[in-house]
């Protein structure tokens, strides 16, 4: 296949392009690499535009390439930046979506044939507070910040592509992806500093009481589906949720048991402070996965294995 994975330089969209690339698929990444690394792209891609989804350059490329996939990791991931600076955030994650779309369009316009759209939103954000969980797809959505507005618009962008010009899109909502790679700022950011926190000697800083809870799923796990999705048949519906699949483990962890769980990979503690709570952050969270575990689809990688990986990358890679 002809692979465009956007956010290839990214924390999750590396790994997703290492898959493709693993998997003999001619692979390209555009990523203007402003939270992403050069190292996180793969050896063996066909090209990598250095640029931003909003550019005219990956609009056009889209146009030309013609990708059997289009792979839309690319994204503002920061909750609390959407907070301070909504403008940023939809500049990005609603009117890059779009000009990719947009070029994806115009490709198949011209060719006659026919792109998949894998997008990523997340499950994390576009819930309403008290929602049952685990979360089933169908459920209420009312996301609590500009970010989560962003990700469930995206969604009905999606929508209308597929009403309306017959693209294939599904898409996947990440609970919170932590894995080798990540970074301190994206949803499951509080695992990357923790661990650089047990490694430097510092206290853990917990925002609010420490018992929200929070879905991990490990990265590789994600990887999984997005490879399914991209190939499993076009579900069929008439409605949004039809076209989404929640992307998590359904077991639901406290900032308490993550910071205990750190702490015994780390064989260290190093003692916590309290601040309050941050706005835009829903209290409880985890995900129903039923619909991608019907595809075949199940986590293989537990909370614990996965914290050892993840804490052995950041040691490694700071030393
Ligand atoms: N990490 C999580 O727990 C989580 C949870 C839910 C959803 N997601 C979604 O998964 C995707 C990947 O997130 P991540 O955690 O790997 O974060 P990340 O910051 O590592 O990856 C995002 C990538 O997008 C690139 N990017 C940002 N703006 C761009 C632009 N205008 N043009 C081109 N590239 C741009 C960045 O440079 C980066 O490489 C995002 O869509 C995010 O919203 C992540």
């Given at each position: ?203 853990l800083t917990i925002f609010g009481d420490g018992e929200q809870t929070r879905d991990y799923v490990f990265v590789g ?99």
């Amino acid at each position: 296949m002809k692979v465009l994975v956007t956010g290839g330089a990214g924390f999750i969209g590396g790994h997703v392009a290492d898959a493709y690339v693993a998997r003999g698929d001619e692979v390209w990444v555009v990523d203007d690499l402003s939270t992403g690394k050069p190292a996180n792209v793969p050896a063996g891609v066909a090209g990598f535009l250095h640029a931003s989804v909003l550019s005219a350059e990956a609009r056009e490329l889209c146009r030309t390439e013609a990708f059997d996939l289009v792979n839309h990791h690319a994204a503002q991931v920061d909750v609390r930046v959407s907070v301070v600076d909504p403008v940023r955030d939809a500049s990005t994650n609603l009117l890059g979506l779009l000009n990719i779309l947009e070029g994806v369009r115009d490709g198949i316009r011209e060719t006659g044939g026919s792109t998949r759209v894998v997008n990523v939103s997340s499950g994390g954000v576009v819930y309403g507070e008290g929602v049952p969980r685990p979360t089933v797809e169908t459920a209420h959505k009312l996301p609590v910040s500009p970010y989560g507005v962003a990700k469930l618009t995206a969604e009905v962008y999606l929508d209308y592509y597929r009403r309306l010009h017959g693209l294939e899109a599904v898409t996947l909502r990440y609970a919170n992806v932590f894995g080798p790679r990540q970074d301190p700022h994206g949803e499951a950011g509080v695992v990357a500093i923790f661990s650089q926190r047990l490694l430097s000697g510092e206290p853990l800083t917990i925002f609010g009481d420490g018992e929200q809870t929070r879905d991990y799923v490990f990265v590789g796990d994600v990887v999984r589906a997005n490879l399914m999705v991209g190939e499993a048949p076009l579900p069929t519906g008439a409605v949004l949720d039809d076209f989404a699949f929640n992307v998590g483990t359904g077991a639901e962890t406290s900032v308490h048991r993550l910071a205990d769980t750190l702490e015994q990979v780390a064989g260290t503690g190093t003692g916590r402070i309290y601040r309050d709570a941050r706005l835009g952050e829903l209290r409880y969270s985890s995900l129903d996965t039923e619909r991608l575990r019907s595809l075949g689809w199940a986590p293989r990688v537990s909370l614990e294995e996965g914290l050892r990986a993840t804490f052995g990358w950041i040691r490694d890679s700071a030393s």
